[in-house]
């Protein structure tokens, strides 16, 4: 009697679970999916960092054009975006702060660049990407005004 009731508790228990061929063959199912899906996510991620870096520099862009509405000109150089914040020593008509917030540092962690007006009148702000150098591609690529 006893060892009818043996294959038949083995086959209870074998039911019970899964083998380790068939836990190796989900895990390798997983890993293909994730292989496949990544790469995508992280693209998105990238295309998304780019595009706050482009949406801060249209925000800073806005608040010196309103700086340059009340003072008569943009900052220079030397007084940076910091102008926006604090009023510079030589400036009367100055009604800001012009940011709500600090200056923030771009997506990668790094101050953005400012130019004061060349001989066109012209700005120049921007972020140097992820490498934080001029130049590049990709994540790397410059975003500017």
């Known amino acids: 009697m006893r060892s009818r009731d043996f294959p038949a508790t083995a086959q209870r228990h074998r ?9 190796l063959i989900v895990i390798v199912i997983i890993g293909m999916l994730a292989a496949y899906v990544g790469p995508k996510y992280f693209s998105q991620l990238g295309k998304s960092e780019r595009t ?10 806005k608040a010196l054009d309103s700086y340059r509405l009340d ?11 910091g102008a926006l914040l604090v009023r510079p020593a030589d400036t009367q008509e100055w ?7 600090t200056i923030p540092l771009d997506p ?21 990407g992820k490498d934080g150098k001029p130049g590049g591609t990709e994540d790397n690529a410059d975003i500017g005004n």
């Not at 039911?15 to 836990?23: A, Y």
């Not at 003072?71 to 975006?81: A, D, I, K, M, Q």
């Not at 009604?95 to 917030?101: D, H, I, Q």
Request: neutral net charge; glycine residues 16%; proline residues 7%.
């Open 71 to 81: 003072v008569g000109r943009y900052p220079s150089t030397e007084e940076g975006l």
């Open 15 to 23: 039911r019970g679970g899964f083998t380790l061929l068939e836990l």
């Open 108 to 128: 990668w962690g790094h101050p953005y660049q400012y130019a004061g007006p060349d001989s066109a009148g012209e700005i120049r702000l921007m972020s140097y």
């Open 95 to 101: 009604r800001g702060p012009y940011l709500k917030k």
């Open 52 to 61: 706050v870096a482009q949406a801060q520099i249209e925000a800073f862009g």
